[in-house]
């Protein structure tokens, strides 16, 4: 038995790097992988609650201004403290409040942010971007990975 997953890719694709959730998440869906479904939106809206409480495992993709350093950033999330009525904002931890509030459950969560460099109008993404895209793909085929034999080797066990 397969853990499932949803993967969701969110950001304006019109507006450069701010594309790469979506751009990632078109990508996972054309992999046609069993028990991933990957969605691309353009912002984290309520109405992806009740597909977020039937999963096992979500892993949210977006952009980011570079901060410190220029690398792509794996992060666990939790559930908010406090659910954000603006969810729209884009914090997936607030998804994830909102999940638990309604269902009484939420999915082991990532959130897999790519630094950008252009966040003008426009559908191209910076160097910066195409290289942390690729950087990207290979950590969350790597949480698959780790996920998938997590789960096979207990089920072994058991």
């Not at 790469?20 to 691309?40: D, F, K, M, Y």
């Not at 729209?88 to 309604?102: N, V």
């Not at 459950?105 to 426009?122: D, K, L, Y």
Request: aromatic content about 8%; glycine content about 6%; some cysteine.
């Amino acid at each position: 038995m397969k853990k499932t997953v949803m993967v969701i890719g969110y950001g304006n694709d019109l507006r450069s790097d701010d594309g790469i959730g979506q751009w990632i998440a078109n990508e996972i869906a054309s992999w046609h992988l069993p028990s991933v479904e990957s969605v691309a939106v353009h912002q984290l809206t309520p109405d992806l609650v009740d597909s977020l409480a039937s999963v096992d495992l979500a892993i949210f993709v977006d952009a980011c201004l570079p901060v410190e350093n220029f690398d792509v950033q794996v992060q666990s999330l939790l559930p908010a403290c406090d659910i954000d009525s603006n969810v729209h904002t884009g914090d997936p931890r607030s998804l994830l409040a909102l999940t638990e509030a309604i269902h009484g459950n939420f999915p082991v969560a990532w959130w897999v942010t790519i630094p950008g460099m252009n966040f003008e109008v426009g559908d191209r993404f910076s160097r910066t971007m195409e290289a942390g895209k690729a950087i990207a793909l290979v950590k969350i085929v790597q949480i698959l990975d780790k996920v998938n034999n997590f789960w096979v080797e207990s089920r072994a066990v058991a």
